[in-house]
């Protein structure tokens, strides 16, 4: 009996063994510690374990996880969540989580030999980060000291990349923004690099993205360089939101900016929204998207499904996850290796499905002295020195247990996608295979075709007629579907014209800080291009992206035009001032009388003349002659009497020289006002507008002339803008509206609006309205683009082309002129018969010309009967009489020789002189008839 036992024990013990020592490595356990809210990190860990477990391995043993979420980032709280790990046993300990937490893990994998396996990059070290350089580079890895060897990490110091990167573009001036302790370290030794390249380095850190925004822009004066340069060691996510503000922000010429992201997490970034923006941003990545076992894992984790359990996962693999799940496979690689050497290596620390070190079960942290995982050291050196290659690339670490010879991609954001435009290695360094060139990317976005948003605006784009059967951009016709048309056979482009949904050109709500319009389809990124009568401003510039102007432009004020005034009747008189005639007519006045006196004074003028009396003493500058003599000079016709004395002929002299300024002046001016009509203009310009109140003014009420108003300190400006809030019936709808409201507004309504617009206006029937004063601003219409759009440059250059080459003042002239309804503006200058004089023009002269003569005959006959009636009563002869006689001696005049042959009757009844002669007051009589 005692001889079977004995048997039995010697056959079945070793079996027994073999068992234990085969079952005991079953499963194997790995501790997990993770920040809280780790969802991709965690899920990697969890799905890389169970892609091994699941996979049958040859050796036989499986993972057992042991996940801890770190809810706080208090040091004791997390030492203690290390200890009861290593209280309930593990092999080995794995983690992601804050930088403040390095430390105290470290210190814990140091102290008891645990391996760490770090996802994150930190210096071999126990202690607080370096305070200064010198300390830094002693802690780089390659100086680490040798016994810091159970804390591996998998991210690679990178920081000598971004160094050589800055070195290969030659910049001179870089700005570093950083936002956690871990980018301390890369901070402090580009700070050491740069300063031994003698780059200038601003740095800054910061705890938001608003932050980080707001200091660029305080720099950016201060930045006198063409390009600015950020490296920004931050998550992705704050990478990005700091990038967006920036766009948004016109004051920082988003493409002077050059973004570097410097935490190998570009995967992370979101790429989409920045597309067509033109952004420049280049990056590190330990991720080849061209290798086969990216490309297997990256369509594994975006199928798996967060509502089975797998938070975090269903998007592309990020360089975290690709770290989490190279970690699990670097771990089951080297105890594969480890169980092929030392098949019973782990036997003595299994008993009952628990870990037993040195005897004891777990690693208790309170123990004193310490206690070493007893396996620690091993695990560690299988760690280090197994093969292995990731997803990140071949994962070699050096004796500190830092990660050496791996490789880094550099990519760069293109016009719509990431580029690989080199690579980085510690043995080659910097090596750039393709320079992406952005100004020749292809413009186009993914669908092949731009979306162009517009407005309906004569002459720019309007509907063509009929409008039945057609279809696309056929339904169009105008300046700015020409544009496009030329735009896109230089720039070999396809489009798609849209109205704009609500009919407007753009501006922003103060209460929502929304913009409508089409500025605000550009905005929500609903088109690409905004080709129309668009102001270039201030505001819009800060959301959207101009080209240079392809039209030049400037506020004008348009009015109804005045009647013109023909010349009237007495026109001829207008080229002197009334003032000048009245004052013509007392200087005619004072000149005859002073004539008349001096001449009256003067002996000179005193002559003798022989008469049928007998000489008399006479004076030829009587009143009546004096005032004859001065009408003729005035009238340049002279006369038959001329002063003798001194005094007179310096009175005539004067006159004669007066009367020769006065004559050709008259005569100079007289020819402009009968042949043109003149147009007498309420107003001049904005002064003359702003001045007065019975003329309304207004303009289009949501437009770049409405916030020009509103901006505008200039006096003027400010005074007419209040005149139109405090009428808001003067502000239109529309154009159309407004120029509609001066034509019917008879002249008590001017409009304010782009100079263009009013020049187009101008041209068509009913050809009523002009243009007064000078442009109130200087501007210009550009194509409009999503902010940092590359079209921007691209359609630049495109319309400086068309300007250089005389198409756009070509096409200008075509729809503004050539397609015109009232014809040039200079069309009558020089028409010969427009200038010519009519019967209307002179008419004043052929009338005093009648009246004159009228009254010539009226003054004939009332003398005639004035005389006839003196010689009735003188002669004692009837009134009929008399009326008869001189009737018959005016016909026949030299028919009477005797005057005494007049009034027979009376001669015979007068007593005669003695010696026979007439008396005195018959012939007296007889002479005056």
């Not at 984790?301 to 938070?311: D, N, S, V």
């Not at 348009?558 to 009245?582: C, E, H, N, R």
């Not at 507004?745 to 617009?757: D, N, P, Q, R």
């Not at 001696?889 to 007068?910: E, M, N």
Request: charged content about 20%.
């Amino acid at each position: 009996m005692t001889h079977a036992v004995v048997n039995a024990v010697r056959v079945y013990l070793p079996i027994l063994l073999f068992y234990q020592v085969s079952a005991a490595p079953e499963r194997i356990p790995v501790g997990f510690v993770v920040k809280q809210n780790s969802h991709a990190v965690l899920t990697a860990f969890r799905y890389a374990i169970s892609q091994h477990n699941s996979n049958n391995p040859p050796v036989g043993f499986k993972l057992d996880p042991r996940i801890d979420i770190l809810e706080t980032d208090d040091v004791l709280s997390v030492g203690r969540v290390v200890c009861n790990q290593m209280k309930k046993g593990i092999f080995t300990l794995m983690g992601s989580t804050q930088p403040v937490l390095y430390p105290t893990l470290a210190s814990h994998s140091q102290s008891f030999h645990m391996p760490y396996v770090n996802l994150n990059f930190m210096p071999n070290q126990t202690s607080p980060p370096p305070a200064n350089t010198n300390n830094l580079i002693k802690s780089h890895p390659a100086n680490a000291p040798s016994n810091s060897n159970f804390q591996l990490n998998l991210r690679p110091f990178h920081a000598p990349a971004i160094a050589d990167l800055v070195r290969h573009y030659g910049w001179k001036d870089v700005v570093y923004l950083y936002d956690s302790d871990e980018a301390v370290f890369v901070m402090q030794y580009l700070v050491h690099e740069f300063s031994i390249q003698k780059r200038d380095v601003r740095v800054q850190r910061i705890s938001s993205a608003q932050e980080g925004h707001d200091y660029l822009r305080s720099i950016d004066s201060m930045l006198q360089t063409p390009k600015k340069h950020v490296i920004l060691d931050m998550s992705a996510a704050k990478a990005q939101h700091l990038i967006t503000l920036n766009l948004e922000d016109k004051g920082l010429m988003r493409r002077q900016f050059h973004y570097v992201m410097a935490n190998l997490g570009v995967e992370e970034f979101n790429f989409d929204h920045l597309k067509f923006t033109g952004v420049n941003i280049t990056a590190f990545t330990m991720l080849n998207g061209d290798e086969d076992r990216y490309k297997q894992m990256n369509q594994e984790w975006t199928q798996l499904e967060p509502e089975a359990g797998w938070l975090g996962a269903g998007s592309p693999l990020t360089n975290d996850v690709a770290l989490m799940m190279d970690a699990v496979h670097m771990l089951v690689n080297s105890l594969n290796h480890l169980f092929k050497e030392r098949p019973t290596v782990f036997q003595n620390n299994f008993r009952r499905g628990e870990v037993f070190n040195n005897g004891s079960r777990g690693l208790d942290c309170t123990k004193y002295p310490l206690e070493f995982w007893e396996h620690g050291k091993l695990l560690s050196h299988m760690l280090i020195t197994t093969p292995f290659r990731g997803l990140t690339g071949p994962i070699v670490l050096d004796g500190n247990g830092q990660r050496r010879n791996y490789t880094l991609n550099l990519i760069e954001m293109t016009f719509n996608r990431k580029v690989l435009i080199g690579t980085w290695s510690e043995k080659d360094l910097l090596i750039v295979t393709k320079r992406f060139t952005q100004i020749d990317a292809v413009i186009l976005p993914q669908d092949g075709k731009l979306i162009v948003s517009t407005i309906l605006e004569e002459p720019y784009m309007m509907l063509k007629k009929p409008e039945t059967g057609r279809i696309g951009n056929d339904r169009y016709e105008g300046f700015c579907v020409e544009l496009l048309e030329k735009l896109s056979e230089k720039g070999n482009f396809t489009y798609e014209i849209k109205l704009v949904g609500d009919g407007k050109y753009g501006v922003m709500d103060p209460n929502t800080g929304q913009w409508n319009g089409m500025i605000g389809e550009l905005v929500r990124k609903e088109a690409d291009l905004v080709v129309a009568p668009l102001t270039i401003t201030f505001e819009r510039e800060k959301v959207v992206d101009f080209t240079k102007p392809f039209m030049a432009i400037g506020i004008s004020i348009v009015i109804k035009k005045p009647v013109k005034t023909q010349p009237g009747v007495f026109s001829f008189l207008a080229p002197l001032s009334y003032d000048i005639w009245i004052c013509i007519i007392f200087a005619y006045l004072g000149v005859s009388v002073v004539l008349f006196l001096v001449s009256r004074f003067s002996p000179y003028e005193w002559h003798i003349e022989e008469t049928f009396n007998g000489p008399v003493v006479v004076n030829e500058f009587s009143m009546y002659n004096t005032l004859w003599f001065s009408l003729g000079a005035f009238m340049q016709q002279g006369g038959h009497i001329y002063p003798r004395s001194v005094s007179g002929r310096l009175a005539g002299s004067v006159w004669w020289f007066f009367t020769l300024i006065i004559i050709s002046s008259y005569t100079a001016n007289l020819a402009a006002f009968l042949t043109v009509g003149r147009m007498s203009t309420p107003i001049k310009g904005a002064d003359d507008l702003s001045k007065q109140s019975e003329i309304e003014y207004g303009m289009y009420k949501s437009g770049s002339t409405s916030a020009f108003f509103k901006r505008s300190q200039v006096y003027i400006h400010k005074t007419m803008n209040d005149f139109m809030n405090r009428r808001p019936h003067v502000l239109m709808g529309s154009n159309g509206e407004g120029f509609a409201r001066v034509r019917s507004s008879k002249g008590k309504y001017a409009f304010l609006a782009e100079s263009s617009v009013v020049d187009y206006a101008n041209n068509r029937a009913p050809c009523d309205t002009m243009k007064v004063g000078d442009e109130l601003d200087s501007k210009g219409y550009g194509i409009a683009t999503q902010a940092g759009s590359l079209l921007t440059e691209k359609i630049s250059r495109l319309i400086l082309d068309l300007k250089e080459d005389g198409t756009l003042a070509q096409m200008q002239r075509e729809w503004w002129i050539e397609k015109g309804e009232c014809g040039p503006a200079d069309a009558d200058k020089g028409d010969s018969k427009n200038n010519e004089l009519k019967l209307n023009n002179v008419a004043g002269c052929f009338y005093i010309l009648i009246i004159g003569l009228v009254l010539s005959l009226v003054f004939a006959l009332l003398e005639f009967l004035y005389k006839a009636n003196k010689d009735s009563r003188r002669h004692g002869v009837p009134m009929k009489q008399a009326i008869k006689t001189k009737a018959r001696f005016s016909v026949q005049g030299g028919a009477f020789k005797d005057p005494r042959d007049l009034y027979p009757s009376a001669f015979a009844a007068t007593v005669k002189g003695k010696d026979g002669v007439m008396p005195p007051f018959f012939r007296k009589s007889l002479t005056q008839v």
